[in-house]
């Protein structure tokens, strides 16, 4: 899939708006309570990479497109290590194997506190960007082979002590999220 089919809908041309922010954000940008439990590193907002992602965010939302995304406040820039559980994603690899999918969050966040009680993750994690995705997100791999180790390694020991090991766990791309589609775009536009 291509980057021009992600914003015209090409690759989902069934769907009516783009699902990466479907369920987060209503058609005209509104934020959608989204319950959920992941974990995640913050970009160090002293660091030149965050003044970087602030431009350039500055940069689209300035562009003549601008409306056609959500965009996320620059205090949330964040790069997800290991995606967890979200309320509305119930069903077989999108919740811990050892929980009823009806549990209620609050079941979920005190079993992943027990389940976590010891668990020590790296301070930080050193990433480098590695390609602009769609205009809206940037994909991020560790600074080195033993960053991108310890990335994976982290990843990995969250989903076997969470008991949640995605489809794509072993394939997941990490990335920083600036903002997200609310609509497809007309092709001119997307270009």
């Not at 996320?72 to 009823?100: A, E, N």
């Not at 009680?117 to 050193?126: E, I, K, L, M, S």
């Not at 602009?132 to 180790?149: K, L, N, T």
Request: contains cysteine; charged residues 25%.
């Amino acid at each position: 899939m291509n980057q021009m089919d992600i914003l015209t809908g090409a690759c989902a041309a069934d769907t009516p708006r783009p699902p990466g922010g479907l369920a987060k954000f209503d058609a005209d940008g509104a934020v959608r309570r989204t319950p959920g439990l992941t974990t995640l590193c913050h970009i160090d907002r002293r660091s030149e990479a965050f003044a970087a992602l602030v431009k350039a965010q500055n940069l689209l939302k300035a562009g003549p497109h601008a409306d056609g995304f959500a965009w996320l406040p620059p205090d949330s820039f964040h790069m997800t290590v290991w995606d967890g559980v979200i309320d509305h994603r119930r069903g077989p690899g999108d919740w811990p194997c050892h929980l009823p999918t009806n549990a209620p969050i609050d079941t979920v966040a005190a079993d992943f506190a027990r389940r976590l009680d010891g668990f020590a993750a790296p301070p930080r994690f050193v990433i480098r960007a590695t390609e602009i995705r769609a205009g809206f997100s940037v994909r991020v791999i560790g600074a080195d082979p033993e960053q991108e180790a310890a990335l994976r390694g982290t990843r990995d020991a969250l989903s076997e002590r969470l008991g949640l090991r995605r489809t794509d766990h072993g394939s997941y791309r990490f990335h920083i999220t600036l903002g997200y589609p609310l609509r497809w775009l007309e092709w001119d536009a997307a270009a």
